[in-house]
């Protein structure tokens, strides 16, 4: 196969080879769509898939002639691995249409083909739509008979998929038995997916196992791959620690209405039937009235699409009414009654310009590209993490190469793979300094860690400034104006070389700097003077002790009372906090343990620095300390809220669902899924006199 370059745009082609063009799309887009689909390891964004597969829709609208059954354009992509016994659907699972354009457009063009579709004139109503997020992860057929789960198969070429029902088993979300009154044959339809923190701590998870060197194991490029390849996992006890989650939205083969099967008048109100037998709907589907309310609904959850806690790729209209689709029907691959209209791509190509690294406020070094700037997930990025020298090595990030780069949410950007067949230089494979880059202090790696860190401690002034400014920040003591560049200026020229000068800064001193003015510097003076009232957890946290979050600082904060009861705690007084364990611990005992970080925290207290001190939380014993129960059901007297507290005063944890982390889950009348999942998963089962018993 000749090896084109697909990437930068060719000249027009002349007239003949527009059909060579034609046979070269179709061969890379199967040859990205096999990677993508049946081996879950895609090669390129998604945007450089679509930009092929819209350049080969334009060339077959262009020459009808050309198009043949076996185009990807005319097929829905997956194809069933060997390894999975097929399923064939008893409807088929197909794709939809896709409007990539970010403007209102996409909208427009949908409803106007609905419109024309079904003859409407303008004098006529408008058409009503339900319009949905689109998720990026992967279809799901989930098959019940007699309101029991018997099968879960992926969507495969639409008429053959997989049998995975063993791993979907293993996801909290998805019942495997059904209340009551559900119809014999009931197959519902809706997305598998990982959720963005759960991808993050995976990941995490993979790069420790990674650097303790176990063999085999990798990250993942992004959520939707990650809850691919957890699917298609051949060991379920793998996929169980693949934390997915699901949303339904819509049905396969269900009992005729004939049988006594339900009748839906409308999409939406299956949606709701759907979430009333215990199925996830997200909360964001909404009835849209024409075209207008369309364009509305993208904007807005676009505006929100950072804040959600998963990834979507755009929203989908569909009609509302059932009979309106059923006349509408299907052309090839997809329904005439659905569109997806995309958002901005958060994945894309742009090239390595060089490796910088930094320092981090604990001294960590991270690897960034510097890359040539592009526009992704809905921003400009220049920079993306390595984050450390093996996940560098591993991914072979070299200055000069073109890469994959991704943001996606608050998520900082990241490289997440090099396409290796576009290097063209002979950079050298980068290689983690040794000394700091900041204050040349050793920079070294500690045995089973990832990370170098810089050993210059305060000394070095790119930890002092990422040390200060992580006090000053807005969940910390908050000190409101005090940014990065005017942090850089006061470390850089001596004026502040720990925590409590900042609370000797002047008026004068400020105002002496650079660019401030007086109306700036006496901003900063009243933002600092604020910021001296604070709370216990806030000043805890903004001290910045390793491996002390938000979340620790107040339990620590809750469990102990005042600042000193912390400062004297040993390691064992510690560990009965919930939440900490060795690590932690032995971390506040470090921090605590070094004369000059006391004295700082005497300095700011001196300089005013106070919070309202509490009585330590009753120190009664704690039986359920470190341990995690689900409840579920009805207790004979104990109610839902009673009972949590109970354990949480033992030390023990909620939780709202059964994994294999949970402890014990409590059941009472009545009691769902959750205790079909306990036995299922062998989680010892109590009753309440159990959890009494426990509590003594
Ligand atoms: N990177 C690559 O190399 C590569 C290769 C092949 C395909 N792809 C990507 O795969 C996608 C195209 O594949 P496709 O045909 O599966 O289409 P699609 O994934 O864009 O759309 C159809 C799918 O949307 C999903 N979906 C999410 N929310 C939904 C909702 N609310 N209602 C209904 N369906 C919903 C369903 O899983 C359905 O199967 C594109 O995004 C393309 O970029 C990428
Ligand atoms: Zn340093």
Redesign the pocket.
């Known amino acids: 196969m000749a090896t084109l370059d697909l990437f930068s745009s060719e000249p027009a082609a002349p007239d003949s080879s527009f059909h060579e063009r034609l046979l070269y799309l179709r061969e890379e887009l199967h040859r990205?769509?096999h990677?993508?689909?049946v081996l879950d390891a895609?090669?390129?964004?998604?945007a450089e898939?679509?930009r092929l597969f819209q350049e080969l829709q334009e060339l077959e609208a262009a020459h009808p002639e050309w198009v043949t059954p076996d185009s990807p354009t005319q097929r829905?992509?997956g194809q069933v691995l060997d390894a999975f016994t097929s399923v064939r659907h008893a409807v088929p699972?197909l794709?939809?249409r896709?409007e990539t354009d970010t403007e209102s457009t996409g909208a427009l063009a949908f409803d106007t083909r609905v419109r024309k579709e079904l003859e409407l004139s303008e004098s006529d109503a408008p058409v009503e739509y339900v319009a949905?997020?689109?998720?990026d992860g992967?279809?799901m057929n989930l098959r019940y008979e007699q309101g029991v789960l018997v099968q879960a198969a992926t969507?495969g070429d639409g008429e053959y998929g997989e049998d995975v029902t063993q791993n979907i088993r293993t996801i909290g979300q998805i019942p495997l038995r059904l209340p009551a009154g559900v119809p014999a044959v009931l197959e519902v339809r809706g997305?598998v997916y990982m959720r963005r923190d759960d991808f993050e701590a995976l990941n995490e998870r993979q790069r420790a196992r990674i650097a303790a060197g176990e063999k085999g194991e990798k990250t993942f490029v992004n959520p939707r791959n990650a809850a691919a390849g957890a699917v298609r996992q051949l060991d379920p006890g793998i996929a169980a620690q693949r934390p997915l989650s699901f949303f339904a939205?819509?049905l396969g083969e269900v009992t005729p209405a004939s049988e006594g099967g339900p009748v839906f008048g409308t999409h939406y109100a299956m949606l709701q039937t759907l979430k009333s037998w215990g199925f996830p709907v997200a909360a964001q589907v909404k009835i849209a009235r024409g075209a207008p309310e369309l364009i509305a609904y993208h904007q807005r959850i676009g505006v929100g699409r950072d804040s959600l806690p998963f990834d979507i790729?755009g929203v989908?209209y569909k009609v509302n009414s059932l009979a309106l689709q059923q006349r509408l029907g299907f052309v090839t691959r997809e329904p005439r009654w659905a569109v997806?209209h995309k958002y901005p791509a958060q994945e894309q190509l742009t090239t390595v310009l060089a490796i910088d690294v930094q320092v981090g406020r604990t001294g960590k070094l991270t690897p960034v590209a510097k890359l040539a700037p592009v526009f992704v997930g809905g921003v400009t990025v220049t920079n993306a993490t390595l984050h450390n020298e093996d996940e560098a090595r591993r991914k072979d990030v070299r200055v000069g190469d073109t890469v994959i780069v991704r943001r996606a949410g608050d998520v900082i950007p990241e490289v997440v793979s090099v396409l290796l067949e576009k290097r063209a230089g002979e950079a050298p494979p980068f290689t983690m300094p040794r000394i700091c880059p900041v204050c040349q202090s050793a920079a070294v790696r500690e045995e089973g860690e990832a990370d170098y860190r810089c050993t210059g401690g305060l000394f070095c002034s790119a930890q002092r400034k990422q040390a200060i400014l992580h006090f000053a920040q807005r969940r910390a003591v908050e000190v409101e104006g005090l940014g990065d560049k005017l942090v850089e200026q006061l470390v850089d020229a001596n004026v502040i070389r720990n925590l409590p000068d900042l609370y000797r800064l002047g008026l004068s001193a400020l105002a002496s700097l650079d660019r401030m003015a007086d109306k700036s510097a006496q901003n900063i003076v009243d933002a600092l003077e604020k910021s001296k009232q604070t709370t216990l957890p806030r000043f805890l946290f903004g001290l910045g002790i390793r491996h002390v979050g938000e979340a620790t600082a107040k339990e620590l904060a809750r469990h102990f009372g005042t600042l000193d009861a912390i400062m004297d705690a040993d390691e064992e007084a510690l560990l009965a906090v919930s939440d900490v364990g060795p690590i932690v611990a032995q971390s506040i005992r470090t921090f605590f343990d070094q004369a000059h970080n006391r004295e700082v925290v005497e300095q700011l207290r001196a300089c005013g620095v106070t919070w309202p001190e509490g009585a330590p939380a009753d120190a009664g014993p704690k039986p359920l300390a470190g341990k995690t129960l689900v409840l579920t059901g009805t207790l004979p007297t104990l109610g839902r809220d009673a009972a949590k507290d109970l354990i949480e005063a033992a030390g023990g944890k909620v939780s709202g669902s059964v994994s294999k982390k949970t402890h014990y889950v409590v059941a009472g009348a009545e009691a769902g899924s959750k205790l079909d999942k306990a036995n299922e998963l062998g989680v010892p089962v109590l009753d309440e006199a159990g959890l009494l018993e426990l509590l003594k």
């Open positions: 990205l769509g990677a993508y689909y895609p090669l390129v964004p998604d898939y679509d829905v992509g699972m794709s939809i896709t949905e997020l689109k998720f992967l279809a969507r997305e939205y819509g790729d989908v997806a």
